[in-house]
């Protein structure tokens, strides 16, 4: 074994021309170990059109250096012709470059098993090296809506990786009762980038406090509110939200609230609500922001509000802790695992599938009190920074070494 682990990670979802942002999470997740490790990463990315638009991608960015903390790595984005099966084709991209490699890993770790998982177990075996899996799909939940074909497939992955690393506890029960007999279970959750993620600068103009640091100093009321998700309605709710959210609008003219994500075409049904109910301009939908722009939100911010069906947990509850706001949400997937049920220390947890009554007495509770900057965002730079997930991975990747 070398000095320093070198691991090669091979990524089902990985942010690419055909999927900007998908698995960004899974990127994070690299950055974190590229900290503690040598890393490289192999992303298999099916196209769908001509063969010219393979080689307009691959040229692009099929190829990426990127470097964290004095850390350089290489991304390889293996763009390739879809094929029917897909694992045909992710195959094929994956023996592309493991066939010439110069070097063997000494961990391969693959990201989400389906489709990726099979071609970098079988590489894993022949090399001769241990294989550990992050999983983030929320599918093991209900398992056996997944097509007979891909639940086969999964099941042969993850009962052939020496250990598994579900984002949160909640999803690991999800995956033992889909895949009896996996591996050893360690529970990484998903990574917050608190170099970014943090409260906003001290604002002063001629040494007077002005904008959001004023708000913090004079102890504000709680009444700015922000939503940041995908903004799909089916997992997201945001209809409940906003149903919840309307009494309360109505009771004090002084609330705002946010809604960051979403295709700007989709939420033409949500900004027609809101107009109707006469909430226009103190209820804003945003739709697609970049990093720094969901950061400043944040900042400016007074609480995150959460309404999901279903989850495992997600990024932006410890990006909020990280910036030093408090977190209301309902009780699904592993959330709980972070935020205790009721009025907490991070905020509050309401029970899953809460309504308008619900949801009007927890923020009787919300706007009544204040949480401290500093241990929120202790709490997220303990759980969920680079160097805490970076940590934990390579304490997974020791103990399967030896």
């Given at each position: 074994?070398?000095?320093?682990?070198?691991?090669?990670?091979?990524?089902?979802?990985?942010?690419?021309?055909?999927?900007?942002?998908?698995?960004?999470?899974?990127?994070?997740?690299?950055?974190?170990?590229?900290?503690?490790?040598?890393?490289?990463?192999?992303?298999?990315?099916?196209?769908?059109?001509s063969a010219s638009s393979v080689v307009k991608m691959r040229d692009k960015n099929g190829t990426e250096l990127l470097e964290i903390e004095g850390q350089a790595w290489t991304v390889r984005r293996?763009?390739?012709?879809?094929?029917?099966?897909?694992?045909?084709?992710?195959?094929?991209?994956?023996?592309?470059?493991?066939?010439?490699?110069?070097?063997?890993?000494?961990?391969?770790?693959?990201?989400?098993?389906?489709?990726?998982?099979?071609?970098?177990?079988?590489?894993?075996?022949?090399?001769?090296?241990?294989?550990?899996?992050?999983?983030?799909?929320?599918?093991?939940?209900?398992?056996?809506?997944?097509p007979w074909w891909r639940r086969r497939v999964i099941r042969d992955v993850v009962k052939r990786t020496d250990a598994v690393c579900p984002v949160s506890a909640d999803l690991g029960e999800a995956?033992?009762?889909?895949?009896?007999?996996?591996?050893?279970?360690?529970?990484?959750?998903?990574?917050?980038?608190?170099?970014?993620?943090?409260?906003?600068?001290?604002?002063?103009?001629?040494?007077?406090?002005?904008?959001?640091?004023?708000?913090?100093?004079?102890?504000?009321?709680?009444?700015?509110?922000?939503?940041?998700?995908?903004?799909?309605?089916?997992?997201?709710?945001?209809?409940?939200?906003?149903?919840?959210?309307?009494?309360?609008?109505?009771?004090?003219?002084?609330?705002?609230?946010?809604?960051?994500?979403?295709?700007?075409?989709?939420?033409?049904?949500?900004?027609?609500?809101?107009?109707?109910?006469?909430?226009?301009?103190?209820?804003?939908?945003?739709?697609?922001?970049?990093?720094?722009?969901?950061?400043?939100?944040?900042?400016?911010?007074?609480?995150?509000?959460?309404?999901?069906?279903?989850?495992?947990?997600?990024?932006?509850?410890?990006?909020?802790?990280?910036?030093?706001?408090?977190?209301?949400?309902?009780?699904?997937?592993?959330?709980?695992?972070?935020?205790?049920?009721?009025?907490?220390?991070?905020?509050?947890?309401?029970?899953?599938?809460?309504?308008?009554?619900?949801?009007?007495?927890?923020?009787?509770?919300?706007?009544?009190?204040?949480?401290?900057?500093?241990?929120?965002?202790?709490?997220?730079?303990?759980?969920?920074?680079?160097?805490?997930?970076?940590?934990?991975?390579?304490?997974?990747?020791?103990?399967?070494?030896?």
């Open positions: 074994m070398s000095v320093q682990l070198k691991v090669l990670h091979v990524a089902s979802w990985y942010p690419s021309e055909v999927h900007p942002s998908l698995g960004n999470f899974i990127a994070r997740h690299v950055e974190a170990v590229a900290t503690a490790c040598e890393v490289e990463v192999w992303a298999p990315v099916p196209v769908r059109g293996l763009y390739h012709e879809a094929t029917r099966p897909q694992l045909v084709g992710v195959a094929r991209s994956v023996a592309s470059v493991a066939s010439k490699m110069d070097w063997t890993p000494d961990v391969v770790h693959v990201h989400v098993a389906y489709p990726a998982g099979s071609s970098a177990v079988a590489w894993a075996k022949k090399w001769g090296v241990p294989v550990v899996l992050t999983e983030h799909w929320t599918a093991y939940h209900d398992f056996r809506a997944v995956m033992d009762a889909a895949v009896p007999g996996m591996g050893p279970v360690h529970v990484v959750p998903n990574v917050v980038d608190t170099s970014r993620f943090k409260p906003a600068e001290e604002e002063t103009l001629a040494g007077v406090p002005v904008g959001a640091t004023r708000r913090r100093l004079e102890g504000h009321a709680v009444e700015r509110v922000l939503h940041v998700s995908s903004m799909n309605d089916d997992q997201k709710n945001i209809t409940g939200l906003l149903e919840a959210l309307a009494p309360l609008f109505q009771a004090n003219p002084a609330l705002k609230a946010t809604f960051v994500g979403g295709e700007l075409a989709r939420l033409d049904g949500h900004r027609s609500w809101v107009k109707a109910q006469g909430l226009e301009g103190r209820i804003v939908f945003t739709g697609p922001l970049g990093t720094d722009e969901v950061v400043k939100h944040m900042q400016t911010h007074d609480v995150l509000m959460l309404n999901s069906r279903r989850e495992n947990f997600p990024c932006v509850i410890a990006e909020a802790w990280a910036c030093g706001i408090p977190v209301m949400s309902t009780d699904v997937g592993g959330i709980r695992e972070h935020l205790p049920p009721g009025l907490s220390e991070r905020g509050f947890l309401l029970q899953a599938g809460a309504g308008e009554a619900e949801w009007k007495e927890a923020w009787m509770q919300v706007s009544k009190t204040t949480w401290p900057e500093e241990s929120l965002r202790t709490y997220a730079e303990t759980h969920f920074s680079m160097a805490a997930v970076g940590a934990a991975y390579k304490e997974v990747y020791l103990d399967l070494l030896g």
